[in-house]
């Protein structure tokens, strides 16, 4: 009865990855339908109120003075560091937006990844597909929305603070990690800085496993 019982169990994890594998499958060519779709999408939006903040202040206008605008410094950085980028490679700006926002979603799915991957990887790939999916209904005016970078900033602060109570030689290095992406979402918006409470449970629940204070 027991092999019996063994052989069952073999078989259903068998079936089990089949499934995950043609899950997998489904969702990554949902994706790549949506990155294909949407490759000439113009700039619109939040996104092309960013790019022409950024283009003025390169016509030496300074923000808050000569710019009418109320948006933190952070959320002007995407849009320069894609304007560089089109620059440096000779691309068109929409274009290297698209690639930009494109180079986010799978950013962030590896992000989920990296926090799930201890227990079920599949779990990060799923809800990085999931989450690239939902991004691609909300349609093209939110196309490289600060919010999505503010997703993918504390998605890897997560996964470093977790990294930290698994890996203890590395812990300090990757508390640090997760202060600065913290803080770089908090120069977005500032509600952002909330994630710095993480640390309190963090820190006094994996303090001998992560070797951080004691």
Same mark, same amino acid.
């Given at each position: 009865?027991?092999?019996?019982?063994?052989?069952?169990?073999?078989?259903a994890?068998?079936?089990?990855k089949?499934?995950?594998?043609?899950?997998?499958?489904?969702?990554l060519a949902?994706?790549?339908?949506?990155?294909?779709?949407?490759?000439?999408?113009?700039?619109?939006?939040?996104?092309?109120?960013?790019?022409?903040?950024?283009?003025?202040?390169?016509?030496?206008?300074?923000?808050?003075?000569?710019?009418?605008?109320?948006?933190?410094?952070?959320?002007?950085?995407?849009?320069?560091?894609?304007?560089?980028?089109?620059?440096?490679?000779?691309?068109?700006?929409?274009?290297?937006?698209?690639?930009?926002?494109?180079?986010?979603?799978?950013? !962030?799915?590896? !992000?989920?990844?990296?926090i799930?991957?201890?227990?079920?990887?599949?779990?990060?790939?799923?809800?990085?597909?999931?989450?690239?999916?939902?991004?691609?209904r909300?349609?093209?005016?939110?196309?490289?929305?600060?919010?999505?970078?503010? !997703?993918?900033?504390?998605?890897?602060?997560?996964?470093l603070?977790?990294?930290?109570?698994?890996?203890?030689?590395?812990?300090?290095?990757?508390?640090?990690?997760?202060?600065?992406?913290v803080?770089?979402?908090?120069?977005?918006?500032p509600?952002?800085?909330?994630?710095?409470?993480?640390?309190?449970?963090?820190?006094?629940?994996?303090?001998r496993? !992560?070797?951080?204070?004691?």
């Open positions: 009865m027991s092999w019996i019982g063994h052989a069952r169990a073999t078989g994890e068998r079936a089990g089949i499934a995950a594998v043609a899950a997998t499958a489904m969702l949902g994706v790549g339908w949506f990155v294909f779709l949407s490759r000439s999408w113009p700039l619109v939006n939040d996104a092309a109120l960013m790019h022409y903040v950024v283009f003025l202040m390169r016509a030496g206008m300074a923000p808050y003075r000569d710019i009418g605008d109320i948006n933190l410094p952070g959320a002007y950085a995407p849009e320069w560091l894609s304007m560089q980028l089109a620059a440096a490679c000779g691309a068109g700006e929409a274009g290297m937006w698209r690639a930009m926002d494109a180079g986010l979603l799978l950013l !962030a799915a590896a !992000a989920m990844i990296a799930a991957r201890p227990w079920c990887w599949f779990a990060g790939l799923f809800s990085g597909s999931l989450f690239a999916l939902y991004h691609a909300d349609g093209i005016g939110q196309a490289g929305q600060r919010d999505l970078w503010i !997703a993918l900033l504390l998605l890897w602060s997560v996964a603070l977790l990294g930290a109570m698994r890996q203890h030689r590395q812990g300090a290095w990757r508390i640090l990690g997760f202060g600065i992406l803080g770089a979402a908090t120069t977005i918006k509600f952002a800085a909330v994630f710095l409470l993480l640390l309190i449970p963090a820190l006094w629940g994996g303090r496993a !992560a070797g951080l204070l004691w």
